[in-house]
């Protein structure tokens, strides 16, 4: 294991990186490389790593905690939970679920982020604030991956604990783990040994520390907690139990990324005829994946501290919980129809796809040519910050590529994918699609 890790290491260039791998018994842990590259201390068991979108997976299981204190489900409305949330734009809010919220169904776009300070009321403004938003599509309806939906649901678990998102965390965790290292709050965090995070500057070069905390307090319930990957495996332990349940729904996805989406975790493919359920984070340097095997207690959980090892942490971890467990590597992926989960909102042949699609943090100008289309993508500042560690007022640098056409209104490269629907009871409301988040195509005149 240690060769393996070591491998990775050299090839994505990352600092460190932890392992735990737990076969529903004994946790093991497998440490490599460097916690700080400044200090040279060395990634150990007890070194905590942020967890980025990871903390999704325990807030979905935090919140399932507080509905089941209360004797309440998934299908609650929300606005019964938060009647202050009541609010009407050109899709009503009031119709969302708890369980909308937790599989990425509300419609709620995608990326809120403003910080709302430290105080008791922070998240509370952040929800009333997010709901004011037109929703890019009914409840219930598309799914299109939301950091906003999380924040509300670290809302919704305030008032129906009382107690703060944070306390109500390590409280409950503590619960059932005794001494834990989970914990959204940096005092809490830095008084133990603790992973610096490493950032890719975007003109290449030498990597960049990032000094600063990922997630403001209101919006940590979508990416603001850390913690060893001992602890999250064990913690992984009830999660399973809580979160993959049956009857519990999986929703259809978008694209060939994952194979459905379900309270707190996606559903991955593992092999030809094996999933796994997990999530994959990322935050200001560091990156995060768990992987939980759907027909075995095996789950792998996964650390580093190079955000550019982003889109190869989750490989890693699969490539780990096949090795353990001696998995065979899934055969090629079929060309089955990306859309197959939105028959009903597939484009009719004439469709111009060229345009401006845009969601909260990012803005996406298309232009089309025989069988490929030409994309250039802005991203917001915070997501510079995020990615390259700098400061940047306007955003980062046009990011460009070209897709190819591989099916009728699917394009794709390498590492991307682009699929293009239109809303079924609003045929002039198109969307671009990468997979994982949807973004709705304006009309507007001026550039």
Same mark, same amino acid.
């Given at each position: ?257 994952? &194979? +459905?989406? %379900?309270?707190?975790?996606? /559903?991955? =493919? #593992?092999?030809? $005829? ?117 400061? &940047? +007022?306007? %955003?980062?640098?046009?990011? /460009?590529? =070209? #897709?190819?056409? $591989? ?41």
């Amino acid at each position: 294991m240690l060769n393996l890790l070591q491998d990775w290491l050299d090839a994505t260039g990352a600092p460190g990186v932890s392992v735990a791998i737990d076969d529903g018994q004994t946790i093991r842990c497998f440490c490599a490389g460097m916690a700080d590259v400044r200090t040279g201390a060395a990634v150990v068991e007890e070194t905590a790593f942020q967890l980025g979108s990871v903390s999704k997976s325990i807030t979905a299981f935090l919140l399932v905690e507080a509905l089941s204190d209360k004797e309440m489900k998934l299908d609650t409305p929300v606005v019964d939970i938060a009647p202050d949330l009541r609010a009407s734009n050109e899709y009503a809010f009031h119709d969302t679920t708890v369980g909308h919220l937790l599989s990425h169904t509300s419609g709620l776009d995608s990326q809120w982020w403003v910080d709302m300070g430290q105080g008791a009321g922070a998240r509370r403004a952040a929800a009333r604030a997010i709901v004011s938003l037109p929703l890019i599509a009914p409840p219930g309806e598309l799914f299109s991956y939301s950091n906003s939906g999380y924040v509300l649901a670290g809302y919704l678990t305030e008032i129906l604990t009382g107690q703060r998102w944070e306390e109500f965390a390590e409280d409950r965790i503590a619960r059932f783990l005794g001494s834990h290292s989970i914990s959204a709050r940096p005092d809490r965090i830095l008084i133990r040994p603790i992973a610096a995070g490493y950032a890719a500057p975007p003109d290449g070069g030498e990597a960049r520390h990032t000094a600063h905390w990922y997630a403001p307090a209101a919006l940590s319930p979508g990416g603001g907690l850390a913690g060893t990957p001992a602890d999250i495996a064990r913690l992984m332990r009830l999660i399973r139990a809580r979160l993959m349940a049956p009857p519990l729904p999986i929703v259809p996805t978008v694209g060939w990324r994952y &194979a +459905g989406w %379900g309270p707190g975790l996606a /559903r991955y =493919r #593992l092999g030809e $005829t094996s999933y796994c359920r997990g999530h994959d984070g990322t935050t200001a340097g560091q990156v995060c994946a768990v992987r939980l095997r759907e027909d075995h207690p095996g789950t792998v959980v996964v650390a580093a501290n190079a955000v550019w090892a982003a889109s190869q942490i989750g490989a890693l971890a699969e490539d780990i919980l096949r090795a353990t467990w001696g998995l065979a590597d899934p055969p090629p992926l079929p060309q089955s129809d990306p859309l197959s989960g939105y028959a009903h909102w597939q484009l009719p042949a004439d469709t111009n796809l060229a345009g401006r699609y845009t969601r909260l943090n990012a803005t996406m100008t298309i232009t089309t040519a025989p069988d490929e289309i030409a994309v250039e993508e802005l991203y917001s500042p915070q997501d510079a910050m995020n990615w390259f560690g700098v400061e &940047a +007022g306007g %955003g980062t640098k046009p990011v /460009r590529e =070209r #897709l190819r056409r $591989t099916a009728p209104y699917s394009y794709a490269s390498t590492g991307k994918e682009l699929h293009f629907l239109r809303h079924p009871d609003d045929r002039a409301r198109l969307y671009v699609h990468d997979g994982m988040r949807a973004s709705v195509r304006t009309n507007r005149s001026w550039t």
